[in-house]
């Protein structure tokens, strides 16, 4: 058996489900889930379908083709088709925090979190050994003002040598390049420790506690060149007080970006997420 | 324009999808939205899907019953079909509290209600000067154990006379009886003041006091024979500590309870419930 | 039986605690509650204690003084001391909105709201029917460029009139005078429908719709000059998608305004509010 | 400087509070937080303080022994005085779920958990190489009805032999035996997950997914003998819908689990929770 998911956007138009649904129907398969979004404001459609094939001759490079040439084109769609049997290739970039990293590490040993895990990059060295620990490999590329050219190449280097799919940054303290952000677009999910749009940038919890917020949160996002501007993915939030310290909130915080950022690749491993304007439209 | 809203279910199989939203299309419905879910366990299928219709020509009936012929049968579904002109009639029922029927007018007056209230029913007459505040009829009927078939009678006088389609009670402190619930299965909202199952019967506060909970919750569900186990439409919660009395939970779980009640109103009024094997599907 | 109310802060020094509550208990009060916070970045010390006194020659301005005489001015404390005998009279604005002015009558008729209520005053006519209703008296005072002192001076003149003893803008949709803020200081309560400190200013869950935020929030705070940067009294939050609408999110934040607004209120007429540095210390 | 944490509980009466604090007071200490709560139902009076004493000469002995004359005795106190130099001793017992054992010794190597651990005991070896990466000592206690008394008297020994102060019972799915409830009474706690009173008992998801529950929730308590009937530390929920299969509950799960417990535990060691009657008062 084989099962696919298919994500697509186009212009709203009458009659894309009939069409895409009667044409899996025609190749045998059977929708076991399907969701859509429509955007009034711009006129979009969205979808998202999960498809199991069980015949044996099911071939899915022809099904691939048949569909651009008879439902993505027709339509002008933008889409993606991805085969459950795929182990999507997830990096994983860290500073110095390490309860982002053993929270992802223990979801993956535990076999939730359903990635391939090729390196633990830093621009520090203390985490190793607990990439040893979970016998990941950890490359150490330090990341200066002095050597940020170097290090971007040596980090796209990695990414495709290893031929990643998709970047983590758990807590990593350093910005991204554009270069890496152009190649992985909508591809880099990043944990920010604040409810974003409040407190973007550095230290959002000393910036929470000077507002004397009753709330603070987490966000997880795409990274895009604006800094913690890019599309939201998923936030939580949890309750503190006027006894909460600085450091309160941060310990308090670090459950937050534990969830948070492990909800936020679930759903990107899922095929979940699609991006539209900045904005991302999350299938249930 | 006409928009109608369909509801469906039968025994899974492959097609269903492809076969509904080709026979919409073909009409000439424009699909706005569609949601599935196949409870695996029972192999059952769901659906709800919103069409418009702009075409002059659009006939109801005959949709429906083109409907019935082609795409229900076949299917053997069970199924509903909707028109958003339609106003559903609301009967609301209440004793002696009026937290939720305060909230619940205040809804409507607004317009956020999207109902018609033909009277509220209570066996006492405490809350007559709110109903006339509100200029909606108010029938008091009593109900002790002497006169419950007279009472009964009465209701039942009543619901059919304003040709009520469903019943909220709303803080209604008296057994509903039988050939009420069957008269209207799956169509009497109740709201329960905890977090079923935890707490079913009398006192619930009480019993979560001396249990000593860190949460108390509300759930509004569909009234069945069984009390307080029939189908849960919407629950919520909200923390409690040792320092709360049990007069400081009632008055906490007020506000659980007018907020549980009315989503649970509104999922219904907006034709978002389906009710299989005493669980309800809440389409998004 | 006499309940007093006593708030206090100081600068933090050793032996207030053990001070204060001795000249309690010599006064043969029996302390029921205390509660203590202290702000250890500024070197403050907060308290909130109440206490009751069941002897029949307990006197309360003497009390007061000598606690002025002994305590108070020694530690050179800024301190309150209310009796639970006095209702607080409330002063409601309003300008269309119904929402959060149909839930506090609600909360008020039911006696969950332990205030009185002088008047509604509001710079439309629309609400009135609503007043009348529940027989609080309507005060209609327009307000545009042009009569801004007039009316600054009418809201003035009848808030000393009716010896007003704080204000609760019920999503008023007028700027507040600065004489009014200078006269009503951390007296004045608003509601504003967003997690502060996103989304300051007007049309909130039209910036919320436009970012893809997961998440909405209502914070209660006290005016001062700045706008939407008052003292955080209370907030909370509640969970949308990608498919909520702006309207959604308005029908959504409704529910959301109502119980923060009453929540902060209730805090503030129980006196467990405290501010300092631009932050509320809330007792539990 | 000392810090010490006192804890105390007995019959309500006038005069407690400035008894203590004027105690600390005299003694030279500087009460830096101070909470109470009076039962009232029982007319019992329960209090914590922090307080620090910065001069050389303290002796905490000496000042334990005349706290015991001077305030304890007089007032029937039960009470607890720890000295924050105290690292408590936390055994962690497992069976094959590792979600929780990954969190707890995440936290403890950050130094979020400030105990020592002196080993991990299991009635399965497959979690050995987990202790074994965090340099933990592992003990396999295997236990079937045959070997019950052999393994409760091993368990035993390990726990005196390494002076442990408390145990957490992390997914631990093993009947814990009398003896071992006694003899550590109010300090065993376990993760249970559900919503307790809910669910009470084996196969939790089972029975939340049967009942058709929106929201699913984990429950920290300490252990008594009653199963799964023990004062309840910390709560909390999350929400799930007719889509989630009994699977995706036991994964939503798993992150609830992992924080209530975690913050029962942390509230244990802050010595910030008190027994009484079944039911905790739990400090701020």
Same mark, same amino acid.
């Given at each position: 058996?084989?099962?696919? &998911?298919?994500?697509?956007?186009?212009?709203? &138009?009458?009659?894309?489900?009939?069409?895409?649904?009667?044409?899996?129907?025609?190749?045998?398969?059977?929708? #076991? +889930?399907?969701?859509?979004?429509?955007?009034?404001?711009?006129?979009?459609?969205?979808?998202?379908?999960?498809?199991?094939?069980?015949?044996?001759?099911?071939?899915?490079?022809?099904?691939?083709? @048949?569909?651009?040439?008879?439902?993505? @084109? *027709?339509?002008?769609?933008?889409?993606?088709?991805?085969?459950?049997? +795929?182990?999507?290739?997830?990096?994983?970039?860290?500073?110095?925090?390490?309860?982002?990293?053993?929270?992802?590490?223990?979801?993956?040993?535990?076999?939730?979190?359903?990635?391939?895990?090729?390196? #633990?990059?830093?621009?520090? *060295?203390?985490?190793?050994?607990?990439?040893?620990?979970?016998?990941? *490999?950890?490359?150490?590329?330090? +990341?200066?003002?002095?050597?940020?050219? @170097?290090?971007?190449?040596?980090?796209? $280097?990695?990414?495709?040598? %290893?031929?990643?799919?998709?970047?983590?940054?758990?807590?990593?303290?350093?910005?991204?390049? &554009?270069?890496?952000?152009?190649?992985?677009?909508?591809?880099?999910?990043?944990? %920010?420790?604040?409810?974003?749009?409040?407190?973007?940038?550095?230290?959002? +919890? %000393?910036?929470?506690?000077?507002?004397?917020?009753?709330?603070?949160?987490?966000?997880?996002?795409?990274?895009?060149?604006?800094?913690?501007?890019?599309?939201?993915?998923? $936030?939580?939030?949890?309750?503190?007080?006027?006894?909460?310290?600085?450091?309160?909130?941060?310990?308090?915080?670090?459950?937050?970006?534990?969830?948070?950022?492990?909800?936020?690749?679930?759903?990107?491993?899922?095929?979940?997420?699609?991006?539209?304007?900045?904005? &991302?439209? #999350?299938?249930?």
């Amino acid at each position: 058996m084989t099962k696919i &998911t298919i994500l697509i956007h186009c212009k709203d &138009t009458s009659g894309i489900i009939a069409s895409v649904t009667s044409f899996i129907h025609q190749n045998q398969g059977n929708i #076991i +889930y399907i969701d859509q979004h429509v955007d009034r404001q711009n006129g979009i459609f969205f979808m998202r379908s999960e498809s199991e094939f069980v015949h044996d001759n099911f071939d899915l490079e022809s099904f691939r083709s @048949e569909f651009k040439y008879r439902i993505a @084109e *027709p339509y002008q769609m933008k889409w993606q088709l991805h085969s459950d049997d +795929y182990r999507p290739k997830m990096a994983i970039f860290v500073s110095k925090y390490d309860h982002c990293l053993y929270d992802l590490l223990g979801r993956y040993n535990s076999g939730e979190l359903k990635v391939d895990i090729p390196f #633990i990059l830093s621009n520090h *060295p203390d985490l190793k050994p607990i990439a040893e620990a979970f016998k990941i *490999p950890f490359f150490h590329v330090p +990341y200066t003002k002095e050597i940020s050219q @170097e290090a971007q190449i040596k980090q796209l $280097q990695l990414l495709e040598q %290893h031929q990643v799919d998709f970047i983590v940054l758990a807590r990593y303290m350093q910005i991204i390049s &554009t270069a890496l952000i152009e190649r992985y677009e909508n591809k880099i999910i990043n944990i %920010h420790h604040s409810f974003l749009p409040a407190f973007v940038g550095a230290k959002p +919890y %000393h910036s929470a506690y000077k507002r004397g917020v009753k709330i603070i949160g987490a966000t997880s996002h795409y990274v895009t060149k604006e800094l913690d501007a890019g599309p939201i993915i998923e $936030q939580d939030v949890t309750r503190v007080t006027h006894a909460h310290s600085i450091e309160d909130m941060v310990t308090k915080g670090r459950d937050l970006e534990k969830i948070v950022l492990a909800r936020g690749i679930k759903l990107h491993v899922d095929r979940k997420t699609m991006v539209y304007n900045n904005k &991302t439209i #999350i299938f249930s």
